[in-house]
């Protein structure tokens, strides 16, 4: 008997099997299952009233409406904010005549027209359209989204080349600052997506799913796509401009705070990024408490009791080692347990602030 041998427990049957599937299994197919005892926090409910300033219109019917009501009240989600995307939303006053019966609990946001983006009385249509939008009680323009290619929700101009610097687009954030209405942008996606797709990608199921290809002329590269965001935030320093998914730069909070540090317009929403997040839980922890005044709570997914209760364990909790089948990726991820006063300030009391104007 060899030395190596000698110490074999498992039957050669058995060893012989587990050397087939470390050759075999697929990545896509490893499910583990966390073998420690350690606490499991369950969060029926949020402990603050919550504002969810990033959801989207899910919905089509009023029946449907009254079963996402049922869900918020369950959850402690006083308030949701639906982002409009144009071409992928019903029409504005289609969706907030479907929400009407509500209209404490559900706020709207609204998407520019782009038609006719190339004449010259663009920018002063879309101030009439912005003001418009005001009266009619809408919080913001959003979501605007660019990947790269502009915003791509910019139909009917094929969603190409407009993007938030665009000097006929400053007049209209400026005038958005002026009066108090917010601006939410998608600004790139996690860094991993921008990266080759190989063994050593980070973030390899995720990004093999949502790669970006920068590769079509005029496209902005992550960094790029960085520097225009901050020419647009300088542009309109009154502006109050929320990038989403904690402007997709959970990966480097040194990078993330320079940025927040140069522009105090600039606002974070969390919707989306609790997963990306939450495998470095005490950098975020750090990061949240740091710019705890900045910073709001959203979700973006379809909003069920499991994704609230998700997202609160998430914020709440101090658990470790999470495995979650319906929002984890290929890595185990930890709770932040961020202190009550920050929890207070994301949930709800930062959202009152800015929809206040203050
Ligand atoms: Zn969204």
Redesign the pocket.
Known sequence: MSAAAAFMVAAPAQAQEAERLTDTLLLKNYRPVSIFNVPVTRVDRAKYPVIDM?T?DYVDTPAEVDSVVAVMDACGVEQAHI?QCNWISDPYDVVKERYAAYPDRFKLWFCLDYTDFDSPDWTERAIAQVEKYHEMGAVGIG?MVDKGLGDVYALPVEGRGIRLNDPKLTPVLKRCGELGLLVNI?IAEPIWMYEEIDCHNDGLMNGAVWQVDTSAEGCLDYDGLMDMFEEALSACPDTKIVA?HMLNMSHDYPRLSAIMDRHPNLYLDI?ARFVESSVTPRATRDFIVRYQDRILYGT?NTPDRDMYRFTFRIMESADEHIYDEGYSYHWAISGWDLPDSVLRKLYRTNALKLLSGK
């Open positions: 990033h989207h982002m979501e998608h989403c919707s973006d």
